[in-house]
């Protein structure tokens, strides 16, 4: 039987109840991983399927957007596991809305959850990856930033942003021994995605990918696993796309 990659790594998935998110939380369990599931949605199933592949699974009610929240969940998976050895900020929201009828309290949800959260947790984890000296930071953009799709304008900025988020922590924190990468799936087929209006969108974009075929969570693992494995140790300040080759972009821009 080979060797699992993450054995004895422990892990903290947001938004892991659905969609990208449990699948990644299942694709570390395959690897070995315990893994925190840290949503405010209701994450037993997913804690469930880790644990049917023998590891551990912590489910946490957090909300992103608040402080004390984030610094529960990193504080709770210390008292449970001792360490954080991954981090994936996967938490996030994207209701479209046309820009011409775009609140700025809507702009400001979108902003709190994806860019805000993600400092949160990031902030609230970086002291215990930092005291010892190991950790993987992945961070979710989205293709949408390379597309420019219309009607998702809060939601397109934000994801623009987790990338210059990105490349400027990576190169904060190299010196503690720390990576930082991000993730840039295209539309994906999840719960949500398939139950809204964004489902039609697949009609439109399939015929334009290399690969025709709806995007699955699970498409998304492997560079998850790839970032987070010794394989990636040499690999940070990167967005690697994972869309089926809907565009062709360069790791250098």
Known sequence: MANKRLEGKIAIVTGGASGIGKAFCCGLAKEGSSVVIADVLDSNDTAQKVESFGCQALVLNTDVTDEKSTNQMAGAAIEKFGKIDILVNNAGIYPPTPFESLTFSEWERVLSVNLNGLFLVTKAVFPYMKKQGFGRIINMSSTTVSLGTPGLLHYVTTKAGVIGFTRSLATELGDFGITVNAIAPGLTATETVLSGPMAELFDMLIPLQAIK????????????????????????????TVNGGLTRDCLWQ
Do not use: C
């Open 213 to 240: 075929r709806q995007q699955k969570p699970e498409d998304v693992v492997g560079a998850l696993l790839f970032l987070v494995t010794d394989e990636g140790s040499f690999v940070t300040g990167q967005t690697i």
